[in-house]
C-alpha cells in the first residue's frame, strides 16, 4: 500500500522536512478533510489565533486526486477557522491538486510564517520558498499570471493579504471559498504556491479501476442530474425550483421566495449569458458556466452566488451577479459570506441600526463597495469581518444569518428543516455541504420529504453528512452524491405514487438509521454502484478491503474528530444554534410550521450521533470509531 | 383560463414559452399537454418540477384557480 507523502514547511525558517503520514493514520482518516482535521487536532496547540504564526494551514488531496476517477480533481485546505474559531475545511476543484499530487506530494503542512511576501514552489518533489513581495496587491489572476498556463497555482488576491476574514484562496477560476482559506494563507505572508510535476498517481488495481471507472462515468452521464441538468443549467438551475419550493433567500433570508426570479434562473442564464459549459479536470458532469464579462470569458456565477447576490439583497441583474462574482474571485473573497454580510449589512440599514454604506435594491455601489472590504478601507473595514462580528457591534443578532460565525448557503431553511439541522450541526458552521445537504430531499429535488417535519431529520442528517465527508475526503467532488436518488425516479416524476412511497419510507427509515451507526462496517459488507460507487473505486485505487459500511464508518469518524477539535476550542452545544429568525419566525404567516425547529431535532440528533446530551461524544462512540 | 409556461429543455420540445388554456386541476393541465405535443412532452412535465403561481405542487389533482400560472422547470442540484 502507498502511503501518502506530506512535506511539513516551516515558513519561519524556510526549512522543509517530510512528514510521514503511518499506514493507521491513512487508513483510519483516509486523506483530504477528515486527515486534515486529524492533523491539525494532533498538531495545533489548543487555543491559537488562526492568524498567529504558531497556526497550521494543511493543503492535501484525496486518494482519488489525478488517478482518473471521475470528478476527482479537487484538493482541500484544513485550518482553524477565522469565522467561527472551530474546524476549518475549504474544498476546491481546479489544477492546484492534480499538479500538486504530480509533484510528488499528497500534501503539505504550513507553519511559522515567511519573513516576507513569499510563494512556495513544488516540483517534482523539490519544494522552495521565493520572495513574492513583487507581488503585493496584485489580484487572483494577475498573480496566476506570473507562473506558466499548465502550472498548478493557489493563490491569494488583496483581500487575503488584508486579512478579511472570509477571504478566500484561488486557483485557475476556482476557489477554496469558505471559512477564510486566503486570510490564513495571508497571516503566513503566502501570497501563492505553485505546482508542477509529471509523475503518475498511483492506482493499485489498474487492472479491475479503468473499467470501474469506465462504467462509474457512463452511469453519471445517464442520470438525469449528473448527465443532464447540471450540464445544461449548472447549479444556477436550482433558482426555479428553490423559490417555488419557497427555499430561495430574498431579502437577507426574511422570505423564501423573489418576484424577480425568473430573471436571475438558470434557464434565464443559459438562455442569455452562457458562452458554453466548462469543468474540472477528469469531470463528466461539466456543471461550470462560461460567460462575457467586459468582453472577457470567465467563470459564470454559481447558486450561491446567485441566490446571495440577487434575492437576498433584492437584485434581479444576472450579467451584473457575473460581474462581481468575478470581481470577488479577482479580488479573493468567498462569495457567500461576501453577499451574506452585505445583506445583514443592509438589513441593519433598513432598520436605522447602522448605515455601512449599503441598502436593498442598491447595487450600483457594490463593485466599488467590495474593492474598499477587500483593501479594509475606512468603516468597510467593519464589513471585512463577517456577520457574526458585525452583529456584536451593531446588534441584530436575531437576523444576523450564519451559524458559529459562518454565513449560510443559500437555501432558506425554514421550508426545509432538515438542512437547518444541518446548518447548525455542521462542523465549520453554516455549510450546506458539511451540513448534509437534506434540501435536495426535502424540498428542491424529485424526493419530497415533509420539508416542515422534524421527523427523520436527524438519522437522515447524521447518514449524509457522514457519507459527505467520506466522499470529499477521498477526493471526489459531492455532485457525485447526487446520483444516490434514483434515475427511474426523475422519470416517474415527483407527483407518482412510487415516488411519493420512497419519500415517506425514507423518513420511516429512521428506526433503522440510528442502529446502523453502531453496527458498521460489519452491517454493509457490500459496494453499491448506484448507491456509494466511491468506496469500491477507494478500494481499487488504494488497494485497501474497502465496503460501503467502512467507507460511511470512516465519514463518521471525521466528523467526530471535527467535532472534537471543536470542542477543544471552546465551541459548545451552545454553538449549534440559528438565528431566531429562522427558529422562531413563520416564514409565512398563514404556515406556522415554517419555522426550523432546532430545539426538537437536536437531541435526538445528539443521540443518534452516539453524543452526549451537551453534543459531547460519548466515551464508547470515540472508541468504536477509534478517536484518540 | 390558466397560463402554462415553459422552461428549460420543455419549451423547446413543446416549441412555445407559454400559453393559455381551460384547466381545473394538474392533472387536466398534463392531459392537454399530452393531447397537443405528445406523450414525450407529457413525460417530461411530469418528471419536473411544476409550480402553481410559484409555488410547487406534488399532487396531480390539485385545484388551479382561474387566472394561475403553471411553471414547468427541471430539476437541478447545487453544492
Known amino acids: 500500500m502507498r502511503l501518502p507523502n506530506y512535506a511539513y514547511i516551516d515558513l519561519s525558517t524556510g526549512t522543509v522536512k517530510d512528514y510521514p503520514i503511518s499506514k493507521e493514520l491513512f487508513t483510519q482518516y483516509m486523506g483530504g478533510k477528515i486527515l486534515g482535521a486529524k492533523l491539525l487536532y494532533d498538531l495545533l496547540p489548543a487555543g491559537t489565533d488562526p492568524l498567529a504564526p504558531e497556526s497550521i494551514v494543511i493543503i492535501n488531496t484525496g486518494p482519488a486526486n489525478g488517478t482518473g476517477a471521475p470528478s476527482s480533481s479537487r484538493f482541500n485546505m484544513s485550518f482553524k477557522n477565522v469565522l467561527t474559531g472551530g474546524i476549518a475545511s475549504a474544498n476546491c476543484g481546479g489544477r492546484f491538486g492534480v499538479m500538486m499530487k504530480k509533484a510528488g506530494y499528497d500534501g503539505i503542512i504550513l507553519a511559522g510564517k515567511a519573513p516576507i511576501l513569499s510563494a512556495i514552489e513544488i516540483v517534482d518533489g523539490a519544494i522552495s520558498i521565493r520572495d513574492a513581495s513583487a507581488y503585493a496587491g496584485m489580484d487572483s489572476e494577475e498573480t496566476q499570471e506570473q507562473w506558466v498556463r499548465h502550472w498548478g497555482k493557489l493563490v491569494i488576491g488583496p483581500a487575503g493579504e488584508n486579512l478579511v476574514r472570509y477571504a478566500c484562496a484561488v486557483s485557475g477560476e476556482r476557489v477554496a471559498g469558505r471559512c477564510g482559506a486566503g486570510a490564513v494563507l495571508g497571516a503566513k505572508n503566502i501570497k501563492a504556491i505553485a505546482a508542477y510535476g509529471t509523475q503518475k498517481a498511483e492506482v493499485q488495481n489498474r487492472e479491475k479501476f479503468d473499467p470501474y471507472v469506465k462504467k462509474w462515468v457512463k452511469f453519471l452521464k445517464s442520470h438525469p442530474m449528473t448527465g443532464k441538468s447540471l450540464p445544461l443549467y449548472g447549479t444556477a438551475g436550482l433558482v426555479s425550483s428553490a423559490n417555488a419550493s419557497g427555499v430561495l433567500p430574498t431579502r437577507n433570508f426574511q422570505k423564501g421566495r423573489f418576484e424577480h426570479h425568473r430573471h436571475i434562473s438558470g434557464e434565464t442564464f443559459a438562455e442569455q449569458h452562457l458562452t458554453r459549459n466548462s469543468g474540472c479536470v477528469s469531470c463528466p458532469i461539466r456543471c461550470e458556466r462560461r460567460v462575457m464579462v467586459n468582453g472577457k470569458e470567465v467563470k459564470g456565477a454559481e447558486f450561491e452566488t446567485v441566490g446571495l447576490f440577487g434575492s437576498n439583497i433584492e437584485n434581479h441583474d444576472l450579467a451584473w451577479i457575473n460581474e462581481i462574482n468575478y470581481h470577488a474571485d479577482l479580488l479573493g473573497m468567498d462569495t457567500i459570506s461576501l453577499a451574506g454580510t452585505l445583506a445583514f449589512a443592509m438589513e441593519l440599514q433598513e432598520k436605522g441600526m447602522a448605515d455601512l454604506g449599503v441598502s436593498f435594491g442598491d447595487k450600483d455601489n457594490l463593485l466599488d463597495v467590495i474593492e474598499k472590504i477587500a483593501r479594509r478601507e475606512g468603516i468597510y473595514g467593519d464589513l471585512a469581518n463577517g456577520s457574526k462580528w458585525l452583529a456584536e457591534k451593531y446588534g441584530g443578532t436575531e437576523f444576523a444569518i450564519h451559524a458559529k460565525g459562518l454565513e449560510l448557503a443559500a437555501y432558506e431553511p425554514r421550508n426545509s428543516v432538515g438542512m437547518g439541522l444541518g446548518y447548525a450541526t455542521s462542523n465549520r458552521g453554516g455549510c450546506h455541504l458539511n451540513g448534509g445537504y437534506l434540501a435536495l430531499l426535502e424540498s428542491i429535488g424529485v424526493l419530497t420529504l415533509d420539508k416542515h417535519t422534524p421527523k427523520g431529520k436527524p438519522e437522515l442528517c447524521v447518514m449524509f453528512q457522514n457519507l459527505m465527508e467520506a466522499v470529499s475526503a477521498a477526493g471526489f467532488c459531492l455532485f457525485t452524491t447526487h446520483t444516490a436518488v434514483p434515475a427511474g425516479l426523475f422519470k416517474l416524476g415527483s407527483m407518482h405514487r412510487m415516488t411519493k412511497f420512497v419519500s415517506k419510507a425514507l423518513i420511516g427509515s429512521r428506526f433503522l438509521l440510528r442502529p446502523l451507526w453502531w453496527c458498521l462496517p460489519w452491517l454493509l459488507p457490500v459496494n453499491l454502484m448506484h448507491l456509494i460507487p466511491h468506496s469500491k473505486a477507494y478500494g481499487l485505487m488504494t488497494g485497501q478491503r474497502m465496503t460501503a459500511g467502512k467507507f460511511l464508518q470512516i465519514g463518521e469518524r471525521g466528523f467526530n474528530i471535527e467535532r472534537m477539535f471543536n470542542l477543544r476550542e471552546g465551541l459548545t452545544a451552545v454553538d449549534d444554534a440559528l438565528p431566531t429568525r429562522l427558529t422562531d419566525v413563520p416564514q409565512e404567516a398563514d404556515v406556522p410550521e415554517s419555522v426550523v425547529p432546532l430545539a426538537a431535532m437536536l437531541p435526538r440528533y445528539y443521540k443518534v450521533r452516539g453524543w452526549d446530551k451537551n453534543g459531547v461524544p460519548k466515551p464508547r462512540k470515540l472508541k468504536q470509531l477509534g478517536v484518540r | ?79
Do not use: Q, W
Not at chain 2, 398534463?30 to 418528471?47: Q, V
Open chain 2, 1 to 79: 383560463m390558466v397560463k402554462l409556461v415553459y422552461h428549460g429543455e420543455l419549451r423547446h420540445v413543446v416549441g412555445v414559452a407559454e400559453e393559455d388554456i381551460d384547466a381545473d386541476t394538474i392533472k387536466d393541465v398534463f392531459r392537454h399537454i399530452s393531447d397537443t405535443y405528445g406523450k414525450e412532452a407529457c413525460g417530461m412535465a411530469k418528471s419536473g418540477l411544476v409550480a402553481l403561481n410559484e409555488k410547487r405542487v406534488t399532487g396531480v389533482s390539485v385545484r388551479i384557480p382561474a387566472g394561475s400560472v403553471v411553471g414547468f422547470y427541471s430539476f437541478c442540484s447545487g453544492g
